[in-house]
C-alpha cells in the first residue's frame, strides 16, 4: 500500500515546512483521501499525486486543520479538470461525520465561479460507525473516539479508522482521546498513524508496547509541540523505547508498507 503524505502539523499556529494534516492511500490506480487540512491539494499537485485519480475523500472530524482545505482542493479538482476533461461521468465520495459543515463548503463553492458547476459530481454522506466503503478490496472501517465531547443518542463527531487492501492493515488514529480508542482496530496493524497533538510520542510507544498491540511501524502524524519543539528529544526517546520501529512523517513525502 502506497500513502502520500500531504500535511502533518496539528492545529498550531501556521508553522514553517508543514502544512495542517492529510495523507492519500493509493488502490487500484485511485486515490483516497483522509482528511483535507490547509494546502493538501497544493502539496499534492507538486508532489505528483495526480488529482484526477482522486476517488472519495474521508474526513475524520470537522476541526479546521482537518478540513480547511477542502473547498480548496474540490476547487483545484474542477480546475484542472478543465483542462482535459477526464472527470466526466465520475463521482467523487465525501465521508464527513456532520453534514452541516459541508453545506458550508458547499455555499460557499457555489459562490466562487461558475456556479461551481463540474464534470463529476459530489457524494456526500454523512457517516457513523462501521464500514463506510469496500471499493475493490480498499475497505475503509471508522470507530468512533472521544477526541470531540459527546453526549448520550447524539451522533458521534469525531473517528478514527482502519484502512485495508487485503494485504495491509493501516490505522489512522484521528484525533484520538487515546489508545483506548482505536485499540479494537489494532490486531495486526502493519501501520499506525498516530496523532501527536494532544499526545506524547514516548508515553503513546510505551503503552501500545505495554498493551501488546505494538504496530509494523508506529509513524506520528498531525505533530504537536512534542515534535515541533522538543524534536531532538522526542528521537532519543523513541530510539531507547522502540528502536527502528517508527517513524516521524514529513509534508510532501510517499510512505510504502
Ligand atoms: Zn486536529
Known amino acids: 500500500m502506497k500513502l502520500y503524505i500531504f500535511g502533518t502539523c496539528s492545529g498550531t499556529e501556521p508553522y514553517p515546512g508543514r502544512h495542517h494534516v492529510g495523507f492519500a492511500v493509493e488502490h487500484c490506480n485511485h486515490l483516497y483521501w483522509f482528511d483535507a487540512g490547509e494546502c493538501c491539494s497544493y502539496t499534492a499537485h507538486l ?98 473516539n472521544h477526541h470531540l465531547p459527546h453526549e448520550d443518542g447524539a451522533p458521534w463527531r469525531s473517528f478514527g479508522f482502519l484502512i485495508e487492501d487485503g494485504k495491509r492493515r493501516v490505522v489512522y488514529s484521528g484525533d484520538t482521546g487515546g489508545v483506548d480508542d482505536f485499540a479494537p482496530l489494532m490486531p495486526g496493524c502493519d501501520l499506525l498513524l498516530m496523532e501527536t497533538g494532544h499526545h506524547h510520542p514516548p508515553e503513546v510507544a510505551r503503552e501500545l508496547l505495554a498493551r501488546n498491540i505494538f504496530p509494523g511501524i508506529l509513524a506520528f502524524i498531525h505533530h504537536g509541540r512534542d515534535i515541533l519543539d522538543r524534536y531532538d528529544a522526542q528521537v532519543s526517546a523513541l530510539n531507547e523505547i522502540c528502536p527502528g520501529r517508527w517513524k516521524i512523517l514529513n509534508d510532501a513525502e510517499t510512505l510504502e508498507v
Open 47 to 144: 508532489m505528483g499525486a495526480d488529482l484526477m485519480r482522486i476517488k472519495k475523500i474521508v474526513i475524520s472530524h470537522t476541526h479546521m486543520d482537518h478540513i480547511g482545505g477542502l473547498g480548496n482542493l474540490l476547487w483545484t479538482i474542477r480546475k484542472l479538470d478543465g483542462m482535459h476533461h477526464t472527470l466526466v461521468n465520475r463521482d467523487i465520495g465525501l465521508y464527513i461525520p456532520d453534514i452541516r459543515a459541508w453545506k458550508g463548503v458547499e455555499t460557499m463553492l457555489r459562490y466562487t465561479e461558475g456556479g461551481f458547476r463540474c464534470d463529476f459530481t459530489i457524494s456526500p454522506h454523512e457517516y457513523t460507525n462501521g464500514v463506510l466503503f469496500d471499493d475493490d478490496g480498499l475497505r475503509v472501517t471508522a470507530l468512533h
